[in-house]
Structures are given as structure tokens and as C-alpha cells.
């Protein structure tokens, strides 16, 4: 059924451009094995292109400040696919083939952010080229949290916990909406056991795969001036 919706978008001559989305930051977390590890951003793809990720970069602002840690973005390289997930660690000393990711997940993740770090209570921001200070010398693509405030006990934190981007979410905002994130809560992975937590880790943590919806809209030249509507829904990377 999927494959002839799709089939009869590709005869009408809908394009690529009939797809939403971007780059959108789409799971945070912040887990609670030793030293507080794994700690990861994940970024999707759900536009319909190739997206090249040396265009952004990505920053932290930690405990409520307006300046970035470490005082500038970390940029980005290589590209990603329509529908495809990107992952950051933040592991510091991490490398590939080992550390507390490998060894919770089983693969590496796609950047080692350099010793960059984050908690549960700070602010992620994806950014249009390089940014540095405040950040206020590149354009904030797509943000986790509220730019300025500590996220302690705010809904959004994800101290020893989790967040991810509600499936209906494709495309990126400069203004934190919390309406969009589904959110574990603080101390959602954390039980005082080791055995545990990895368990919990595995079952509510999905990096490298994250879902999202995209519609396909026919446009006014294939279907007439007057005609809107929803030719089909594509759930895209199951969660």
C-alpha cells in the first residue's frame, strides 16, 4: 500500500521539494552508567535531500549561561542522507572502538565532540555555520532547552535522563517549544544499579535511529489550483 502511494506521487511528478523538514536535533540524553556516560546528542535528516553537515555546528551552553562552553561551536563534518541520523558524544577521552557508548550500544558514534560537555540542565543548539561567545555571530538553527535559563527541575531536563523529538516534528525551530519532546524526566534512567540502568539505557535510548513523519503534498500543478491534501503519510527509522 505504501509502495503504490509512493508510486503514484512519482507519476503525478511531485519532487523532492514536496517534503519538509531539515536537520533537526531529535534525542538528548544524559544516562547514568559510570561517570554519567553515555552522553550523546542525535540529529536527523527528514528533509527528502542530502544534507552537508560542514554548513552547521553544534554548541552547549551550560547551567544557564548565555556564552558557550569552551567558548565556541564544535563544527560539523561529512554528510547525512534523507532520513538518516547523526550522533554526538560526549565522552571525554572516548575513541572509536571503546568507551562507554561502544560498550553500551555496540557501534561508535559519529562525532567524539571533541571533550565537549554537557549535563542534563544545559542548552544544545545546532547552528548555521560556526558560533562563537554568545552565539549570537551565526543563526541558531534548532534548539534544546531555553537559551539563558538552568534547566534544574524546568520540564526539559534530562539529568540522568532522556528526551526525544515527537515523531510529527520535521522541521527545526530556533525557539524551544517543549510541546514538541516526548521527556523521560530527570532521573528517568537512574535506578542505583549498574545492571539496570544499562537495561534501561538499551530499551528507552535510540541512537542512530530516531522516528519521524514526512507528507508528501501534492502540488497545484498536478492535481489544479484548488486541491489540497494529503497524498501520503511516510513514517521514516522506526523508534
Given at each position: 500500500?505504501?509502495?503504490?502511494?509512493?508510486?503514484?506521487?512519482?507519476?503525478?511528478?511531485l519532487?523532492?521539494?514536496?517534503?519538509a523538514?531539515?536537520?533537526?536535533?531529535?534525542?538528548?540524553?544524559?544516562?547514568?552508567?559510570?561517570?554519567?556516560?553515555?552522553?550523546?546528542?542525535e540529529?536527523?535528516?527528514?528533509s527528502?535531500?542530502?544534507?552537508d553537515?560542514s554548513?552547521?555546528?553544534?554548541?552547549?551552553f551550560?547551567n544557564?549561561?548565555?556564552?558557550?562552553?569552551?567558548?565556541?561551536s564544535?563544527?560539523?563534518?561529512?554528510?547525512?542522507?534523507?532520513?538518516?541520523?547523526?550522533?554526538i558524544?560526549?565522552?571525554?577521552?572516548d575513541?572509536?572502538?571503546?568507551?562507554?557508548?561502544?560498550?553500551?550500544?555496540?557501534?561508535?558514534?559519529?562525532?567524539f565532540?571533541?571533550?565537549a560537555?554537557?549535563?542534563?540542565?544545559?542548552?544544545?543548539?545546532?547552528?548555521d555555520?560556526?558560533?562563537?561567545?554568545d552565539?549570537?555571530d551565526?543563526?541558531?538553527?534548532?534548539?534544546?532547552?531555553?537559551?539563558?535559563?538552568?534547566?534544574?527541575?524546568k520540564?526539559?531536563?534530562?539529568?540522568?535522563?532522556?528526551?526525544f523529538r515527537n515523531?510529527?516534528?520535521?522541521?527545526?525551530?530556533?525557539?524551544?517549544?517543549?510541546?514538541?519532546?516526548?521527556f523521560?524526566?530527570?532521573?528517568?534512567l537512574?535506578?542505583?544499579?549498574d545492571?539496570?540502568e544499562?537495561?534501561l539505557?538499551?530499551?528507552?535510548?535510540?541512537p542512530?535511529?530516531?522516528?519521524?513523519?514526512?507528507?508528501?503534498?501534492?502540488?497545484?500543478a498536478?492535481?489544479?489550483?484548488?486541491?489540497?491534501?494529503?497524498?501520503a503519510?511516510?513514517?521514516?527509522?522506526?523508534?
Amino acid at each position: 500500500m505504501f509502495k503504490q502511494s509512493l508510486a503514484a506521487v512519482a507519476a503525478l511528478g511531485l519532487t523532492s521539494g514536496a517534503f519538509a523538514g531539515g536537520l533537526i536535533i531529535s534525542e538528548v540524553v544524559d544516562a547514568t552508567l559510570p561517570g554519567g556516560l553515555p552522553k550523546f546528542v542525535e540529529l536527523t535528516n527528514t528533509s527528502g535531500d542530502t544534507i552537508d553537515l560542514s554548513n552547521f555546528s553544534i554548541g552547549n551552553f551550560n547551567n544557564g549561561s548565555t556564552n558557550l562552553g569552551g567558548g565556541a561551536s564544535t563544527v560539523l563534518s561529512g554528510s547525512l542522507a534523507a532520513g538518516d541520523s547523526y550522533v554526538i558524544s560526549y565522552e571525554s577521552g572516548d575513541s572509536a572502538g571503546s568507551g562507554t557508548f561502544f560498550d553500551t550500544y555496540g557501534f561508535d558514534p559519529d562525532n567524539f565532540a571533541l571533550g565537549a560537555f554537557i549535563n542534563g540542565d544545559d542548552v544544545i543548539a545546532l547552528f548555521d555555520g560556526p558560533a562563537t561567545g554568545d552565539g549570537s555571530d551565526a543563526s541558531i538553527v534548532d534548539v534544546f532547552g531555553e537559551l539563558g535559563v538552568d534547566g534544574t527541575g524546568k520540564v526539559w531536563e534530562t539529568t540522568d535522563g532522556y528526551s526525544f523529538r515527537n515523531p510529527s516534528i520535521v522541521d527545526p525551530s530556533g525557539t524551544f517549544d517543549p510541546s514538541e519532546w516526548t521527556f523521560g524526566g530527570a532521573n528517568s534512567l537512574e535506578t542505583g544499579n549498574d545492571v539496570e540502568e544499562l537495561a534501561l539505557a538499551l530499551s528507552l535510548t535510540t541512537p542512530g535511529t530516531h522516528n519521524f513523519t514526512t507528507s508528501i503534498v501534492p502540488t497545484p500543478a498536478a492535481f489544479g489550483a484548488g486541491m489540497i491534501g494529503l497524498l501520503a503519510v511516510a513514517t521514516r527509522r522506526g523508534r
